[in-house]
């Protein structure tokens, strides 16, 4: 026992947990990142908008594009890595259900913004910066005990 031990106690060993992490769940991570730094874009041009700085209408329109690969991206990657963890539930089901949200809500909020009301298009937007946002946390957060 060294000094520094309590007494009456002894300091057994353990291992750390795994933190690697498959490589199809990098895909996912690295998509969820692009796809809230495209929305993040997406809301400074907006900002640029607003102030009536017609020059960021093609960077915030081109900029759309983005939002929606790197959805897409996230999409096909997370049905991947649930298709190969046994089509089950947990975490690779919800991080597929919630990236399927996101992608589906990305087009009718861009829609809305091209061809409707700015009152339907900025909520939209917030609803899906919170899906995105939830996909990248399901992404990032480590898994728990099997």
């Known amino acids: 026992m060294s000094a520094h031990e309590p007494k009456g106690r ?12 498959p490589p199809l769940l990098w895909v996912i991570r690295v998509a969820a990142l692009l796809h809230l730094a495209a929305i993040l874009w997406e809301g400074a041009t907006a900002g640029q908008l607003v102030t009536f700085n017609t020059a960021a209408l093609p960077l ?3 900029g759309a594009f983005g939002v929606h690969v790197a959805a897409g991206l996230l999409l096909v990657a997370a049905a991947v890595y649930w298709y190969r963890s046994g ?10 259900l919630v990236g399927l949200v996101a ?3 990305g087009f009718p909020q861009a829609a809305v913004g091209t061809y409707g009301p700015i009152q339907a298009h900025v909520p939209l937007a917030l ?4 899906a995105a946002t939830w996909t990248a946390v399901l992404a990032w ?6």
Not at 10 to 21: C, I, Q, V
């Open 103 to 105: 992608f589906l809500i």
């Open 127 to 130: 609803v899906l910066t919170g």
């Open 87 to 96: 089509a089950g539930r947990g975490r690779p089901l919800m991080l597929l």
């Open 10 to 21: 002894t300091m057994e060993p353990t291992t750390p947990p795994d933190t690697a992490a």
């Open 60 to 62: 915030h329109y081109y």
């Open 141 to 146: 957060r480590r898994s728990g005990p099997a």
